[in-house]
C-alpha cells in the first residue's frame, strides 16, 4: 500500500489539500468509482465535493491557473494536457450524484443497509439520534422493572449510589449500550474471560502490626505520657480499640475511610523537631500505611470489585437482549446502534465482506467499486470502533490518506481515539507529512498561537516529568502565510471585589468582554464569534449581550421540537397523536413537571388506563392527577384542534415558565407553524419526517450584522475576522455510575485489560499496579483533550483574537501567557459598516405582539409587511412543488404521473396542505399545461433532463428543462432550453441559461452543430 498521513495544523489548508489530492487521482487515470472519500461532517462531504468540481472548473476555463502549478509540485509526472482536463471534468459533472464521498457514519450505514440489515431480516428501518432513543431506553427500563429477577440484579449494582433520578438510571443503560463494541472484544479474547484475583503480599495483620511498632516507638521516644491513640489519626485509632481477630474484617470493612486518607499519625504531636528526631519512625509509618492501603484494595477487589463486575456482566448480557428485541421489531437505530451491529457481525463467514483481513469481491460488487484509493478526513476523530470496522477495507487499497490533526482531537467523550492517530504512520506503515502554513490567521495571530502552544507543550513536558509519565502534548509551530499584521489582545476580568465568589467572579469577566465589544466594533458586529466552552456560558453571554442591545446568533442547527421552551409542547404532541405512556413519561420528566420516582412507577404498573386518560387510578398524587386531567381536558379536543399548541402554552403557563427572547421567539414559530397543517396528526408527522429541514430549524435571534456564540465544539472547521474567546477552566463533573475502563493494546486491535467498576471503587485502582492503571490515563486524556479544545478556540480568527482569561484557568494555558495579561498587539481590522435597511423577520413581530393573552384570532391579525411574506411564501412553497412534481415528467406517461404524485405527496402535503395540493394537482389549469405543451414530452428529442445542473464560472445553476436533439448529416441539432413559470417571468435569467449552454458546446466544439433557443412555460394556477 501506498500512503501518506497529512497532519495539518488549524489553518493549513486540509480541505484544499485533500480536494487536490482527489483531483489528482482522477488525472492519474484512476476511475471516480474506485475512489472513496469519507470525512466527519456532512458539511465537510459537501465542501470537498463543491472544492472538486471548482477547481475542475477553473482548470477547464483558465490554463493559467495555479492549480496546475500545485498539482505539479505535487505529482510532476501527472498529465494536465487540456483533453485529460477536460475528459475528467465532464466525467464528474456527469456522475456528480455518483461520488463516493461520505460521512464515515454514512458509509458504514450503507454497508449495514446492503448486507448486515438483511441478514438480521430487517429491510427498511429508521435512523434516530440519542434524543429519540429515550425512548427504546425507557421500554428497557420497563422491561427490567416487569422481571423481579433483572430488577434485583439492577438493584444489587445500583445500591449505595446517589441517584434517585430516572435520567440517572437510563444514563446507566445507556452508557452500558454505547459500550457494546468493547464487551463484543472482550468476548473475543479469551484469556480476558476469567480475570483473576490479586495475590497478597504481606498480610493486613502484619502490617497493621508494623504501625504499631512504629507508634510505640515513638511514644518510646517522646516520653511525654500521652497515650498511644494520642499520636494516630482517627482513621487507624481502632486498631487500639478492636480485638486482633476482627482487624482485617474492620479494615476491608471500612476501607473508604482508611484509602482517602494521606496519614495515619497526628502530624501536630508527630514530627521531628530540635529534640526529637521522627523522621525515620515517619517513614517507617508512611511506608506502612501505604502498603495497608494496597492490601485493602487488593482485597475489596477480589471480595467486591469482581463479585460487582460479574453481576454487570450477566445483566449486560440479558440487557443486550432485550434492547436488542425492542430495536428489531421497531426497525430504529442510532448511529452508534448499527456500527455496534456491524462490528459484530462484518467478520463472520457467512456475511462474506471480510477474509483474512481484507474485504471480499462480493464488498467490492455492493459498491460496484475496487476501493483502489481511500482518503480519510478528520482522522484524530476516529474513533477505534469506526477503526475496526473499516480496517480490512484500509488493508485493501492500493492507495490511502489520512488527514487530521492530534491537536484538534476532541472527541474523546464519543470515543475519538487520538493515539490512533498520533501512531497511525507505523500501525499502517506509510509515510507522514507535516503541513506547517496557516493561511488563515494574520501574522500577529500565528505567532501568538506559536507561543502560546510552545509554552504549553514546554510546561506539559515539565510536569509529565514531575508526575512520572511519559505522555507528551507536542506542538510544531507554523509560518504565516498572510502580510496583514492583524490583532490579538489578551483580556482579563476588571479588579475583584472582596469575597468575590465564582459566579460574580464569572459575570464579571462577561462584563469586561462586552465592554471591549462595544468600545473595540461600536455597532460593527459582522464577523465576530464568540466561544466558549459550555453553552452555560454561552447563555450567560447572551443575556449580557441582550441587556447592552447588540445582536447575536447563538449558533444551532437543531430542529425546534429540541429548543427547551418548545420540547415540552412537542412532547405532549406526541403523547396525544401516539398514546403510548413513554411519550408521556417524557412531557412529565420535563422542567414542566418533573415527576419523582415513586409517580413515575405508579404510571408503569397503571400505563394501559393512564394512556388512554380514562378513569385515573386511586394511589395516583393530586399534582399528578391535576397535570393529566389538563392533558386529557386538551386531548379531548381531538386531532383536528388547531389551537393545540395555544392550548398547552396557556394550561402549562409555558411562557412564563420560558419567558427569555429566544424562548419567544421559538414559541411563537412553533405556534405559526402548527396553524400551516389541517391537523395534528399532520403537524407531527411533518415535524418528525422533516426534522433536518431547515425550516423547521430553531429560531436564532437573527439580525444583521449580528455577533455568533458558539461552543468550542461547534467552531471547528470554522473561521471568523473577529474571535473573543471566553475562557473559563472547565470543572470536571462529579461523575458517577458504571465506569467502563479500557486498555487497548497498539495497533487498536485487542484489548490488553479491562474493569467494570462502580465510581465509588475507582480509587483503589490506584493501588492495583500498572495493570489497572486507568485512572491515571484517563486524567492524562482529558488533560491533553482541554488543551486541545483551547487550541481549536485560538485557531478560528483570521484578522483579531481576544483571550478573555478569567478564574479557574487551564494551568497549561495560564502558564504560557504568563506576563501577558492585558497586552495588545496590532491594529484591530474592522468590516465595513452595512447601512442597508433589512426587511423585517415574521418573528420579530413578537416585540409587539404579547400573543399568549390574545386569542388565536387576534394572533392571526397580521400586519401588512406579515401578510406580505405569508402570500410570498404560499407562493414559494407551490411553485417548489409544481417544479418537483415536473421532475419525474419525461414523456407525458401515466406511470410517471402515478409516481409524479406520490413522490409530491410525500413530501409537500404536510407542508402545503392535503387537500389543497390536491386542488392545485387535479386542477384544470395544471391539467392543461400538459396537454398545451405536448412539444416539450415529444419522443422526437434524443434526450430529456428534467432539473438540470450546470456550472458555470464556479456557480451550479439549475434549468428547469433541457431536450436535446442530435444533429444528422442533413440538419443541425437543437437544444431547447424551458423555464417554467408558476410567478412572474425573468427574460434576463433564461438568456443567461442559453448562454452557459451555449459556451458549453463552444468549449467542447460543437457550437457550430446546434442551435440553442429558450422558452418560458407558464404554469396558470
Known amino acids: 500500500m501506498k500512503g501518506i498521513v497529512l497532519k495539518a495544523s488549524a489553518g493549513t489548508g486540509k480541505t484544499y489539500r485533500l480536494s487536490l489530492e482527489y483531483l489528482a487521482t482522477l488525472l492519474k487515470g484512476e476511475n471516480y468509482k474506485n475512489v472513496l472519500v469519507m470525512t466527519f461532517t456532512k458539511k465537510a462531504t459537501s465542501e470537498i465535493q463543491e472544492r472538486v468540481i471548482l477547481f475542475l472548473e477553473e482548470m477547464y476555463r483558465d490554463k493559467e491557473s495555479s492549480l496546475y502549478e500545485n498539482l505539479k509540485n505535487l505529482y510532476p509526472e501527472i498529465d494536465l494536457s487540456f483533453e485529460n482536463v477536460r475528459k475528467v471534468y465532464y466525467e464528474v459533472l456527469d456522475n456528480k450524484d455518483r461520488l463516493k464521498i461520505s460521512t464515515i457514519d454514512g458509509f458504514i450505514n450503507n454497508i449495514f443497509k446492503n448486507v448486515i440489515a438483511p441478514y438480521l431480516n430487517i429491510f427498511s428501518y429508521e435512523i434516530i439520534d440519542d434524543t429519540e432513543n429515550i425512548e427504546i431506553l425507557l421500554k428497557c427500563f420497563e422491561k427490567i422493572v416487569e422481571d423481579k429477577n433483572e430488577f434485583d440484579r439492577f438493584k444489587i449494582f445500583l445500591q449505595n449510589r446517589t441517584e434517585r433520578s430516572i435520567e440517572k438510571y437510563l444514563d446507566i443503560l445507556k452508557n452500558l449500550i454505547d459500550n457494546r463494541w468493547k464487551l463484543i472484544l472482550i468476548e473475543q479474547s479469551q484469556k480476558l474471560k476469567n480475570k483473576d484475583e490479586c495475590d497478597s503480599d504481606i498480610s493486613i495483620e502484619k502490617l497493621i502490626k508494623h504501625l504499631t511498632d512504629a507508634f510505640l516507638a515513638i511514644k518510646e521516644k517522646k516520653k511525654d505520657g500521652k497515650d498511644l491513640s494520642d499520636y494516630m489519626s482517627k482513621v487507624i485509632k481502632w486498631v487500639l480499640e478492636k480485638?486482633?481477630?476482627?482487624?482485617?474484617?474492620?479494615?476491608?470493612?471500612?476501607?473508604?475511610?482508611?484509602?482517602?486518607?494521606?496519614?495515619?499519625?497526628?502530624g501536630r504531636r508527630v514530627k521531628t523537631t530540635s529534640k526529637i528526631d521522627l523522621d525515620c519512625e515517619i517513614e517507617i509509618l508512611q511506608r506502612a500505611f501505604d502498603q495497608l492501603k494496597e492490601e485493602i484494595s487488593k482485597e475489596?477487589?477480589?471480595?467486591?470489585?469482581?463479585?460487582?463486575?460479574?453481576?454487570?456482566?450477566?445483566?449486560?448480557?440479558?440487557l443486550y437482549s432485550i434492547y436488542d428485541n425492542i430495536k428489531f421489531n421497531e426497525k430504529r437505530f442510532t448511529h452508534l446502534d448499527i456500527s455496534s451491529y456491524m462490528f459484530q457481525y462484518i467478520d463472520r463467514e457467512e456475511i462474506n465482506l471480510i477474509k483474512d483481513g481484507y474485504i471480499t469481491d462480493y464488498f467490492k460488487d455492493i459498491f460496484d467499486s475496487e476501493f483502489k484509493t481511500v482518503f480519510i478526513d478528520e482522522f484524530q476523530d476516529t474513533s477505534v470502533l469506526q477503526w475496526r470496522i473499516l480496517k480490512g477495507l484500509?488493508?485493501?487499497?492500493?492507495?490511502?490518506?489520512?488527514?487530521?490533526?492530534?491537536?484538534?482531537?476532541?472527541?474523546?467523550?464519543?470515543?475519538?481515539?487520538?493515539?490512533?492517530?498520533?501512531?497511525?504512520?507505523?500501525?499502517?506503515?506509510?509515510?507522514?507529512?507535516?503541513?506547517?502554513?496557516?493561511?488563515?490567521?494574520?501574522?500577529?495571530?500565528?505567532?501568538?498561537?506559536?507561543?502560546?502552544?510552545?509554552g504549553v507543550a514546554e510546561t506539559y513536558e515539565e510536569v509529565a516529568a514531575l508526575e512520572d509519565h511519559s505522555y507528551k502534548w507536542e506542538f510544531t509551530p507554523v509560518d504565516g502565510k498572510s502580510d496583514e499584521l492583524g490583532y490579538f489582545e489578551v483580556l482579563t476580568k476588571k479588579e475583584p471585589l472582596e469575597d468575590e465568589d465564582e459566579v460574580l467572579e464569572e459575570e464579571n469577566m462577561i462584563e469586561t468582554m462586552v465592554d471591549s465589544i462595544e468600545t473595540n466594533f461600536d455597532g460593527n458586529y459582522g464577523g465576530i464569534g464568540i466561544i466558549a466552552r459550555s453553552n452555560k456560558q454561552l447563555n450567560e453571554i447572551a443575556v449580557a449581550l441582550s441587556d447592552r442591545k447588540i445582536p447575536f446568533v447563538i449558533d444551532s442547527n437543531d430542529s425546534i421540537i429540541y429548543h427547551r421552551a418548545v420540547n415540552p409542547i412537542f412532547k405532549i404532541l406526541k403523547f396525544v397523536v401516539n398514546r403510548d405512556v413513554f411519550s408521556l413519561l417524557e412531557f412529565l420528566r420535563?422542567?414542566?413537571?418533573?415527576?419523582?420516582?415513586?409517580?413515575?412507577?405508579?404510571?408503569?404498573?397503571?400505563k394501559e388506563v393512564i394512556e388512554k386518560l380514562e378513569e385515573m387510578p386511586e394511589d395516583i398524587s393530586s399534582s399528578l392527577l391535576d397535570v393529566l386531567n389538563r392533558i386529557e381536558k386538551i386531548a379531548k379536543k381531538g386531532l383536528e384542534n388547531k389551537n393545540f399548541v395555544l392550548d398547552v402554552i396557556e394550561a402549562f403557563n409555558i411562557s412564563q415558565m420560558f419567558s427569555g427572547k429566544s424562548d419567544l421567539k421559538n414559541i411563537f414559530q412553533f405556534l405559526e407553524m402548527s396553524k400551516e397543517h389541517g391537523n395534528i396528526f399532520d403537524f407531527y408527522n411533518s415535524l418528525i419526517n422533516e426534522k433536518d429541514n431547515p425550516k423547521f430549524k430553531q429560531v436564532s435571534l437573527e439580525e444583521e450584522k449580528a455577533i455568533t456564540l458558539l461552543s468550542i465544539h461547534k467552531s471547528k472547521g470554522l473561521e471568523f475576522e473577529t474571535v473573543y474567546y471566553f475562557h473559563?477552566?472547565?470543572?470536571?463533573?462529579?461523575?458517577?455510575?458504571?465506569?467502563?475502563?479500557?486498555?487497548?493494546?497498539?495497533?487498536?486491535?485487542?484489548?490488553?485489560?479491562?474493569?467494570?467498576?462502580?465510581?465509588?471503587?475507582?480509587?483503589?485502582?490506584?493501588?492495583?499496579g500498572d495493570s489497572y492503571n486507568f485512572l491515571r490515563e484517563l486524567e492524562i486524556?482529558?488533560?491533553?483533550?482541554?488543551?486541545?479544545?483551547?487550541?481549536?478556540?485560538?485557531?478560528?480568527?483570521?484578522?483579531?483574537?481576544f483571550l478573555v482569561m478569567g478564574g479557574s484557568e487551564n494551568k497549561y494555558l495560564k502558564s504560557s501567557i504568563d506576563g501577558l495579561f492585558n497586552v495588545k498587539c496590532g491594529k484591530i481590522s474592522r468590516t465595513e459598516k452595512n447601512e442597508s435597511v433589512q426587511r423585517v423577520k415574521n418573528v420579530e413581530l413578537l416585540d409587539s405582539i404579547d400573543f399568549i393573552e390574545k386569542s388565536v384570532e387576534e394572533c392571526e391579525q397580521p400586519n401588512r409587511m406579515?401578510?406580505?411574506?405569508?402570500?410570498?411564501?404560499?407562493?414559494?412553497?407551490?411553485?417548489?412543488?409544481?417544479?418537483?412534481?415536473?421532475?419525474?415528467?419525461?414523456?407525458?406517461?401515466?406511470?410517471?404521473?402515478?409516481?409524479?404524485?406520490?413522490?409530491?405527496?410525500?413530501?409537500?402535503?404536510?407542508?402545503?396542505?392535503?387537500?389543497?395540493?390536491?386542488?392545485i394537482l387535479e386542477g384544470p389549469e395544471f391539467k392543461n399545461f400538459f396537454n398545451d405543451n405536448p412539444i416539450i414530452f415529444s419522443e422526437e428529442w434524443d434526450y430529456i433532463y428534467p432539473e438540470y445542473e450546470i456550472y458555470d464560472e464556479g456557480k451550479l445553476k439549475r434549468i428547469d428543462r433541457i431536450m436535446i436533439k442530435k444533429p444528422t448529416p442533413t440538419s443541425d441539432g437543437k437544444i431547447l432550453v424551458i423555464d417554467y413559470k408558476t410567478g412572474g417571468i425573468n427574460q434576463a435569467q433564461l438568456d443567461e441559461y442559453i448562454e452557459i449552454v451555449e459556451n458549453h458546446l463552444y468549449n467542447l466544439g460543437e457550437i457550430d452543430n446546434y442551435k440553442v433557443s429558450g422558452e418560458f412555460l407558464e404554469i396558470k394556477l
Open 728 to 768: 473559563q477552566g472547565q470543572k470536571r463533573g462529579l461523575e458517577s455510575g458504571i465506569q467502563f475502563h479500557i486498555d487497548f493494546k497498539s495497533p487498536f486491535n485487542e484489548i490488553e485489560n479491562f474493569i467494570f467498576v462502580d465510581k465509588k471503587y475507582e480509587k483503589i485502582l490506584d493501588y492495583l
Open 781 to 801: 486524556k482529558k488533560d491533553q483533550e482541554e488543551i486541545n479544545n483551547i487550541y481549536v478556540a485560538l485557531t478560528r480568527a483570521k484578522k483579531n483574537l
Open 394 to 454: 484500509i488493508n485493501s487499497c492500493e492507495n490511502l490518506i489520512c488527514v487530521g490533526d492530534e491537536k484538534q482531537s476532541i472527541y474523546g467523550w464519543r470515543g475519538g481515539e487520538k493515539a490512533l492517530f498520533e501512531n497511525l504512520p507505523s500501525i499502517i506503515g506509510v509515510e507522514e507529512e507535516t503541513m506547517s502554513v496557516s493561511y488563515r490567521s494574520c501574522k500577529n495571530i500565528v505567532d501568538f498561537t506559536n507561543g502560546v502552544f510552545n
Open 300 to 318: 475489596v477487589f477480589n471480595r467486591e470489585v469482581l463479585s460487582f463486575e460479574r453481576e454487570i456482566l450477566y445483566f449486560i448480557e440479558n
Open 866 to 919: 406579515l401578510l406580505v411574506d405569508i402570500v410570498t411564501e404560499e407562493k414559494r412553497r407551490v411553485g417548489n412543488a409544481i417544479h418537483y412534481y415536473l421532475e419525474f415528467i419525461i414523456n407525458n406517461s401515466l406511470d410517471e404521473h402515478i409516481e409524479a404524485k406520490n413522490r409530491t405527496y410525500s413530501k409537500y402535503a404536510s407542508i402545503i396542505g392535503e387537500e389543497r395540493l390536491k386542488n
Open 243 to 266: 480485638d486482633s481477630s476482627t482487624h482485617r474484617e474492620h479494615a476491608v470493612e471500612n476501607w473508604n475511610e482508611i484509602i482517602k486518607s494521606d496519614k495515619c499519625w497526628d
Open 590 to 606: 420535563s422542567d414542566v413537571v418533573k415527576i419523582g420516582n415513586g409517580e413515575l412507577k405508579t404510571i408503569l404498573k397503571n
